[in-house]
């Protein structure tokens, strides 16, 4: 399906730990319109973890000819030999069905959609208060070893220093409130014809 103008995107992205999970899950919940965009992701489930639901799960051959068939919106290599990538038919899945994507991803491949997609695409940066919270708010995920906590914790700085980037940052101190933001900029921007852009 050839991209509609008002085929519009939103994009939640920070640096991982930042609480831009809990903030997406959140808008879903009050935004029936929204649909999570399903990203593909060659790391292994965790437990609890849904293939088709929280990730397409795919190995790395898989993912590797859909980038060679041009199948990606955008796609990464998040962290050392991991690649995440949106992939075109899920976009188009939720247009299709008069919904608007919602994308968790980094801030690389934020950076990607809202350069392909300037006039309808509404991203926001979840900001965390601190590096050393992020670290905290990691360790008691209970998810990462103590070397991918550093990777994270690294990657996370060098995230933070592309913020401006985006149309809305969202400090997220106290989660209702980063919610509440959250939640007027989407009531805005769906309402919104398109972006007005900054002149
Ligand atoms: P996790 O492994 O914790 O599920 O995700 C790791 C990071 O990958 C998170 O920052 C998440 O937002 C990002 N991510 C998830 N899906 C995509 C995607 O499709 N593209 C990009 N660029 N990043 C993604």
Request: hydrophobic residues 35%; positive net charge.
């Amino acid at each position: 399906m050839p991209f509609q103008p008002n085929n519009k995107i939103i994009i939640i992205t920070a640096p991982s730990g930042a609480g831009k999970t809990s903030i997406t899950r959140f808008l879903l919940r009050e935004f029936p319109q929204l649909s999570f965009s399903v990203s593909a992701a060659t790391r292994s489930a965790r437990t609890n973890e849904k293939n088709g639901v929280d990730y397409y799960f795919l190995s790395t051959d898989d993912f590797t000819r859909k980038i060679q068939h041009n199948e990606f919106v955008e796609w990464e290599m998040v962290y050392e030999g991991k690649y995440y990538g949106t992939l075109r038919s899920e976009l188009e899945r939720i247009w299709n069905n008069h919904q608007v994507p919602v994308l968790d991803i980094d801030v690389k491949g934020a950076i990607h959609v809202q350069q392909q997609y300037p006039d309808t695409t509404l991203s926001i940066f979840v900001e965390p208060p601190s590096v050393e919270e992020l670290k905290r708010r990691l360790s008691s995920r209970g998810t990462e070893t103590e070397e991918s906590l550093q990777a994270r914790v690294n990657k996370a700085s060098y995230e933070i220093s592309f913020k401006h980037h985006f149309r809305k940052i969202i400090l997220n101190d106290q989660l209702d409130k980063a919610c509440r933001a959250a939640k007027e900029a989407v009531q805005e921007f769906l309402k919104a014809e398109g972006i007005r852009h900054k002149a």
